[in-house]
């Protein structure tokens, strides 16, 4: 095995295209991230066809100033990384056949990357002397698991949500107070201004009380039917307070269940993972509550908490140590699940 690995990420599952260069699984020397928000934003969430489209039109010049910056040639890559789901299968393809053409003329290994994979491993970059085991919480916009991280490329889900992923429901009450897309960030900003202690939004509570698994659709409901009498009523409503509110619902439950799952698997040490993962108010009761029960809490900086291609190349090092190399042929699994090669 060659001492110093330097692979070359590609991230298109979703609304970014993003390229970055990663040594040895945990060094970045580029991370390059264009995001497509401000198409989509018209639309109020993401279409997948335009971002496919967008992908095309953008991944060329995304990948070589990935390269620029990293200051490498082609030549210098050990191995192309990509992820292969889960996410949109348009937007996955664009990424996927680019990484296989690259791979194939270059003569280097191709490695499929499983995005939520690429999420928990996102902490690997930040946390230098991070090792599994550890329990992650995953809070994206598509998913919310808590896995159990056994070993490089072992996972074991713990829990994941019933319905709505947390951002999934950040984005759609976003939209019913008027905030826009993409919700989370800006009911992140919004709740400083409000009351969290306004409106009480329920907590879902699960029929098997040994269940950890999540769900979101009724305080997102909740928050809709509220909107709906106050609007019958005539009465104003306090945007700040209702989005205090939700998040106060939404980071509780998460919170206490991350708890719970480290003292199942006994461990002290949980990662958090994903978009959500950026959520300040998520960070400081994460912080406020695993000090009290002597947990390690441990965040990826915000750059890497939403979609990039760095995590992917620190995810691709560890399949690329194991030998998991792609055939040419491999496809995009849209539903790819977690810990399945
Ligand atoms: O991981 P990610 O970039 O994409 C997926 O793989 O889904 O996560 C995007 C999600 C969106 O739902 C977005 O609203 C949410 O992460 N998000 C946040 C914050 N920043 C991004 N949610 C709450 N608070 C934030 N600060
Ligand atoms: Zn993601």
């Known amino acids: 095995m060659k001492d110093k690995v330097t692979i070359l990420a590609i991230e298109s599952s979703c609304d970014e295209t993003a390229a970055a260069v990663v040594v040895n699984g945990r060094e970045v020397l580029s991370n390059v991230i264009s995001s497509q928000i401000d198409v989509h934003e018209k639309f109020g969430g993401v279409v997948p066809e335009v971002a496919s ?139 400083k201004e409000g009351n969290e202690d306004a409106i009480i939004f329920p907590r879902a509570k699960m029929d098997d009380k040994n269940s950890l698994d999540f769900s979101f659709s009724g305080v997102k409901s909740a928050v809709l039917n509220y909107l709906n009498k106050m609007n019958m009523k005539n009465e104003e409503i306090n945007k700040a307070d209702v989005a205090a509110s939700f998040q106060k619902a939404v980071v509780g439950v998460l919170v206490d269940n991350a708890i719970k799952a480290c003292e199942m698997k006994k461990v002290n040490k949980i990662a958090i993972a994903g978009g959500v993962a950026a959520n300040s108010c998520l960070r400081e009761t994460m912080e406020r509550e695993c000090k009290k029960h002597n947990i390690d809490v441990l965040f990826p900086p915000m750059v890497l908490c939403t979609d990039n291609a760095a995590m992917i190349g620190s995810a691709a090092y560890y399949e690329y140590q194991a030998g998991r190399e792609a055939a040419i042929d491999i496809n995009a699994i849209p539903n790819l699940k977690l810990g399945e090669r």
């Open 53 to 191: 489209r967008k992908h095309i039109e953008g991944i060329s010049a995304v990948v070589q100033k990935a390269l620029d910056e990293a200051k490498i040639k082609l030549e210098d890559v050990d191995a192309v990384g990509v992820t292969y789901g889960p996410g949109l299968v348009g937007a996955l393809l664009v990424g996927l056949q680019y990484a296989k053409g690259l791979a194939y003329s270059l003569n280097v290994p191709l490695i499929g990357v499983n995005h939520i994979e690429g999420h928990i491993c996102a902490n690997f970059i930040e946390h230098k002397n991070l090792e599994p085991p550890f329990v992650c919480l995953v809070v994206s916009g598509g998913h919310t698991f808590i896995v159990y991280m056994k070993d490089y490329g072992e996972f074991e889900v713990i829990s994941k949500t019933r319905d709505d992923a947390a951002g999934e429901a950040f984005d759609k009450v976003a939209r019913a107070i008027g905030l826009g897309y993409p919700g989370g960030p800006k009911i992140d900003k919004i709740s």
